[in-house]
Nanobody, 121 residues
Framework: QVQLVESGGGLVQAGGSLRLSCAASGRTSSMYTMGWFRQAPGKERELVATIWWSGGRIYYADSVKGRFTISRDNAKNTVYLQMNSLKPEDTAVYYC??????????????WGQGTQVTVSS
């Protein structure tokens, strides 16, 4: 089992920045990706960004490219999401995720509890 704990959400004005953190514990050696999804009210959960635990591969949704940056600290088993130039449409609950080897990185098996990000106009 892998446990994920997020932090860093909050309220920010449009154009502002926030940094989310997600610390993993438990059977972290089984992970090969960590990422962030988000879900806005009345909408489906969508993939925002994913980072591979080894190598340099990163995925971003088109809607956040150039504004969001995902990074990792392997020693701390922590992944970060730096969000700049935030827009009201970025308002959502953001979920940290992790995928174990043998599972799909776009449909991960582990989830954090979620952290609210609200961007005011």
């Amino acid at each position: 089992q892998v446990q994920l704990v997020e932090s860093g959400g909050g309220l920010v004005q449009a154009g502002g920045s926030l940094r989310l953190s997600c610390a993993a514990s438990g059977r972290t050696s089984s992970m090969y990706t960590m990422g962030w999804f988000r879900q806005a009210p009345g909408k489906e959960r969508e993939l925002v960004a994913t980072i591979w635990w080894s190598g340099g591969r990163i995925y971003y949704a088109d809607s956040v490219k150039g504004r969001f940056t995902i990074s990792r600290d392997n020693a701390k088993n922590t992944v970060y999401l730096q969000m700049n130039s935030l827009k009201p449409e970025d308002t959502a609950v953001y979920y940290c995720s992790a995928a174990e080897r043998g599972s799909s990185w776009s449909n991960p098996g582990y989830w954090g509890q979620g952290t609210q990000v609200t961007v005011s106009s």
